[in-house]
Antibody
Framework: EVQLVESGGGLVKPGGSLRLSCAAF????????MHWVRQAPGKGLEWVSS????????HYADSVKGRFSISRDNAKNSLYLQMNSLRAEDTAVYYC???????????WGQGTLVTVSS | DIQMTQSPSTLSASVGDRVTITCRAS??????LAWYQHKPGKVPKLLVY???SLESGVPSRFRGSGSGTEFTLTISSLQPEDFATYYC?????????FGQGTKVEIK
């Protein structure tokens, strides 16, 4: 059974850092591009970042470029999001998602809440 | 970046109603469009991919159509479990942009 399990969320002060993790189970992790998506309170879904299956291609939304860094460890079946210089507007539930060639984001993690507040 | 515009933002409907949600892309995305259903406290669920292909297990009352820049999601007969927020998403370019969402409420 395919499972994505996020961790690492929590309360952090503005300007602080946090590292999110996403553990993958039940599929060949190294064969899939992976993405992070977030949803701020009362807002819609926002695409954040992506990384290709073999680490060749990385992309970021303009809202996080220069502050967030995505990475993956295929040997550990894990995806990461390093978030620096956090702002109040980064407060959101962060989801990791598996991207397939045809079916877009077919599996999502349960989400981890990041709260940026003093 | 490709912008995705959904309409309406909110839709009030009754059980049994036919419901249509529209999504417009700022430039052609061919058929690289997905629709998701999202309920509070739950994980987004893929309904339709490649604009018109129904994800496995999704009821046939959901139908996606369109290509290029104009797309629609139609629910032929709204059921109680369908009250949720629906998002379109383009996956033609790296940015994988979502529409702003359409909340389907009980009338």
């Amino acid at each position: 059974e395919v499972q994505l399990v996020e961790s690492g969320g929590g309360l952090v002060k503005p300007g602080g850092s946090l590292r999110l993790s996403c553990a993958a189970f039940g599929f060949t992790f190294s064969s899939y591009d992976m993405h992070w998506v977030r949803q701020a309170p009362g807002k819609g879904l926002e695409w954040v970042s992506s990384i290709s299956s073999s680490n060749n291609y990385i992309h970021y939304a303009d809202s996080v470029k220069g502050r967030f860094s995505i990475s993956r460890d295929n040997a550990k079946n894990s995806l990461y999001l390093q978030m620096n210089s956090l702002r109040a507007e980064d407060t959101a539930v962060y989801y990791c998602a598996r991207r397939t060639d045809l079916r877009a984001f077919d599996y999502w993690g349960q989400g981890t809440l990041v709260t940026v507040s003093s | 970046d490709i912008q995705m515009t959904q309409s309406p933002s909110t839709l009030s409907a009754s059980v049994g109603d036919r419901v249509t949600i529209t999504c417009r892309a700022s430039q052609t995305i061919i058929s690289w469009l997905a629709w998701y259903q999202h309920k509070p406290g739950k994980v987004p669920k893929l309904l339709v991919y490649r604009a018109s292909s129904l994800e496995s297990g999704v009821p046939s009352r959901f139908r996606g159509s369109g290509s290029g820049t104009e797309f629609t999601l139609t629910i032929s007969s709204l059921q109680p479990e369908d009250f949720a927020t629906y998002y379109c998403q383009q996956y033609n370019s790296y940015s994988h942009t979502f529409g702003q969402g359409t909340k389907v409420e009980i009338k």
